[in-house]
C-alpha cells in the first residue's frame, strides 16, 4: 500500500520533477502520508479503507506545487546577482541567466549542467568539484576563482576569462577554444588533450604539469607555452 501511495503522489509531481525545491517538497508529503497510512492500518482500518482516508487528507495541492514551481522558475531566469551566497551543491541544472554576478559565493559541487550563463561573473567564487557540462560559459569571468576539479565537459568556453585562477586537475579535453584567456592560472595537473586552441592565452601561467597530448595550436601559443616550460612533445602546430 506505502508503494501505491509512492505511485499516487508520482502522478501528481511528475510536471515538475526538474524542480529540486518541489522534490524536496513531495519527499516530505510522502514521509509525513506514509506515516498516516500506517496508523489508520493499526487503528483498525483495512488498507484500502486507509489508503483513501490517507488520500482525501491531502486536499488540493496542486496550488501549492503551482506557487513553488513558478517562484523557483522566476527566480531561475530574472534574479541576476547572487553574489556571497551559499549555494553549496545547489541544482541549477539548465539555468539561464544572462550577465549574472555569483561573485564571491560558495559553489562547491554544484550544478550547472546545460545551462546558458553567457557573460556571467563568478570572479573570487569557490566552486571546488562544481559542474558545468554542456553549459554556454561565453564571455563568462572566473578571475582568482578555486575551480579544482570542475568539469567543463562539452562546454562552450570562447572568450571565458580565468585569470589568475586555480584549475588543478581540470579537463578540458576535446574542446575548441576560441579567444580563451588562462593568464596566471595554476593549470596543475589539468588536461587540454586533442583540444583545439584558437587565439588562446597563457600569460604567466604554470603549465609544467600541464597536458597538451593531441592539443592543436598556432605557432604563438606554441612559444609561450614552450617558455613557460610545458612538455609540448606531442602537440599539432598549424
Same mark, same amino acid.
Given at each position: 500500500?506505502?508503494?501505491k501511495l509512492?505511485?499516487?503522489?508520482?502522478? *501528481?509531481?511528475?510536471?515538475?520533477e526538474?524542480?529540486?525545491?518541489?522534490r524536496?517538497?513531495?519527499?516530505? +508529503?510522502?514521509?509525513?502520508l506514509?506515516?498516516?497510512?500506517?496508523?489508520? +492500518?493499526?487503528q483498525g482500518?483495512?488498507?484500502?479503507?486507509?489508503?483513501?482516508?490517507? +488520500?482525501?487528507?491531502?486536499?488540493?495541492?496542486?496550488e501549492?506545487?503551482?506557487? +513553488?514551481?513558478?517562484?523557483t522558475?522566476?527566480?531561475?531566469q530574472?534574479?541576476?546577482?547572487?553574489?556571497?551566497?551559499?549555494?553549496q551543491n545547489?541544482?541549477?541544472?539548465?539555468?539561464?541567466?544572462?550577465?549574472?554576478?555569483?561573485?564571491?559565493?560558495?559553489?562547491?559541487?554544484?550544478?550547472?549542467?546545460?545551462?546558458?550563463?553567457?557573460?556571467?561573473?563568478?570572479?573570487?567564487?569557490d566552486?571546488y568539484d562544481?559542474i558545468?557540462?554542456?553549459?554556454?560559459l561565453?564571455?563568462?569571468?572566473f578571475?582568482?576563482?578555486?575551480?579544482?576539479n570542475?568539469?567543463?565537459?562539452?562546454?562552450?568556453?570562447?572568450?571565458?576569462?580565468?585569470?589568475?585562477?586555480?584549475?588543478?586537475?581540470?579537463?578540458f579535453?576535446?574542446?575548441?577554444l576560441?579567444?580563451?584567456?588562462?593568464?596566471?592560472?595554476n593549470?596543475?595537473g589539468?588536461s587540454?588533450?586533442?583540444?583545439?586552441?584558437?587565439?588562446?592565452t597563457?600569460k604567466?601561467?604554470?603549465?609544467?604539469k600541464?597536458?597538451?597530448d593531441?592539443t592543436?595550436?598556432?605557432?604563438?601559443?606554441?612559444a609561450?607555452?614552450?617558455?613557460?616550460?610545458a612538455?609540448?612533445?606531442?602537440? *599539432?602546430?598549424?
Amino acid at each position: 500500500m506505502n508503494e501505491k501511495l509512492k505511485r499516487y503522489l508520482d502522478e *501528481i509531481f511528475s510536471p515538475y520533477e526538474d524542480l529540486h525545491t518541489v522534490r524536496e517538497l513531495k519527499e516530505e +508529503i510522502y514521509f509525513d502520508l506514509q506515516d498516516k497510512l500506517n496508523n489508520l +492500518i493499526e487503528q483498525g482500518h483495512d488498507q484500502e479503507t486507509a489508503y483513501r482516508m490517507t +488520500i482525501d487528507s491531502i486536499g488540493d495541492i496542486n496550488e501549492i506545487i503551482e506557487s +513553488i514551481s513558478s517562484q523557483t522558475r522566476e527566480l531561475k531566469q530574472k534574479v541576476k546577482d547572487f553574489s556571497a551566497l551559499n549555494l553549496q551543491n545547489a541544482d541549477l541544472n539548465g539555468v539561464v541567466v544572462h550577465e549574472g554576478k555569483f561573485n564571491c559565493s560558495s559553489l562547491k559541487g554544484s550544478n550547472f549542467s546545460g545551462s546558458d550563463l553567457t557573460n556571467c561573473s563568478f570572479k573570487c567564487g569557490d566552486l571546488y568539484d562544481a559542474i558545468f557540462d554542456g553549459a554556454n560559459l561565453t564571455g563568462a569571468k572566473f578571475n582568482k576563482s578555486n575551480l579544482e576539479n570542475v568539469s567543463f565537459k562539452n562546454c562552450s568556453l570562447n572568450d571565458t576569462d580565468f585569470s589568475g585562477s586555480n584549475l588543478t586537475g581540470v579537463n578540458f579535453d576535446d574542446l575548441t577554444l576560441s579567444g580563451t584567456i588562462f593568464d596566471k592560472t595554476n593549470l596543475t595537473g589539468a588536461s587540454f588533450k586533442n583540444t583545439i586552441f584558437r587565439d588562446v592565452t597563457f600569460k604567466s601561467t604554470n603549465v609544467r604539469k600541464t597536458i597538451f597530448d593531441g592539443t592543436t595550436m598556432d605557432k604563438l601559443t606554441y612559444a609561450v607555452l614552450k617558455s613557460n616550460k610545458a612538455d609540448l612533445t606531442k602537440v *599539432i602546430v598549424i
